[in-house]
């Protein structure tokens, strides 16, 4: 059993509290992320975060994208937070959805982690990063020296974005250490068992190198799948693995089960 640590992303969906309540209880995990879809209401994001870390007394990060608001608006949500005694934050850029009202306060995930930062010093701040670069970024190069500017700017820690290749995470973490970026990185990973899955990794410039390529029983590949990824990037010694759910809860518990025994369960960061 290893010191590393385990987290996931879930949505806030108020109709699945009992799910959320039943294995979260099960899993345990380091903490969980609460990401903010543009279908997500804001109230509903502070319920489901408040409920896991006063009830089931598990650390919460909440998604908080820059694209989208004002600086005024941020300063809102944190006082909000405040209120509840939340006080971690992922902080994104944010994603073009369709009808999305775009604001110009923030340009970059760096400039609202600086902001958020000299808002309030006491609020811990992760922020994500990228093994196969930003879709946005010219190269790697300068999409590392801009992930540098981020955790200058007060990100305590990192979660990628997901890569199905092993060895170019591995091939980025060297190369962000060498940079001076020392922070603990979560890699992040999607099981992918169903065929829209893949449609939305396509749509969303994520290569999957081909590994899901003349596959029949996609739902059991994509859990072995991914089982075998994080027994590699443990033996790898990376920080820590950060499943991203999708509230698909039957298939992230097959998973756990899986690799459940390589971890000690963390109460806190």
């Not at 408040?50 to 909440?62: A, H, S, W």
């Not at 799948?225 to 991203?244: A, E, M, P, R």
Request: glycine fraction near 4%; charge should be neutral.
């Amino acid at each position: 059993m290893s010191n590393k640590m385990f987290s996931i992303e879930i949505s806030a969906e108020l109709n699945q509290i009992q799910l959320i309540k039943h294995y979260l209880k099960k899993w345990r995990p380091s903490f969980v992320s609460i990401n903010n879809l543009s279908e997500t209401r804001f109230e509903d994001i502070v319920q489901i975060t408040n409920y896991i870390k006063k009830d089931l007394n598990i650390p919460v990060l909440v998604h908080m994208s820059a694209i989208s608001k004002t600086k005024d608006e941020i300063i809102t949500e944190l006082k909000t937070l405040e209120s509840y005694g939340i006080h971690r934050i992922l902080a994104l850029q944010g994603n073009l959805y369709h009808g999305i009202n775009i604001k110009n306060d923030f340009h970059y995930a760096s400039d609202l982690v600086k902001f958020i930062n000299d808002y309030d010093k006491s609020i811990e701040i992760f922020g994500t990063c990228y093994p196969e670069k930003h879709p946005e970024a010219k190269d790697l190069k300068s999409d590392i020296e801009h992930l540098k500017i981020k955790v200058n700017a007060g990100a305590i820690g990192l979660i990628s974005q997901i890569c199905f290749d092993n060895e170019k995470v591995y091939q980025f973490i060297q190369k962000i250490r060498k940079q001076g970026i020392n922070v603990p990185v979560f890699s992040g990973i999607m099981p992918v068992t169903k065929d829209y899955q893949l449609h939305w990794l396509d749509h969303s410039r994520i290569s999957t190198h081909g590994k899901f390529d003349n596959v029949n029983e996609l739902d059991q590949y994509g859990v072995n799948f991914s089982v075998n990824q994080i027994n590699d990037l443990l033996k790898h010694d990376v920080d820590g693995i950060h499943l991203y759910t999708m509230n698909d809860w039957q298939t992230t518990d097959a998973i756990y089960d899986k690799i459940k025994h390589n971890f000690q369960k963390k109460e806190s960061f």
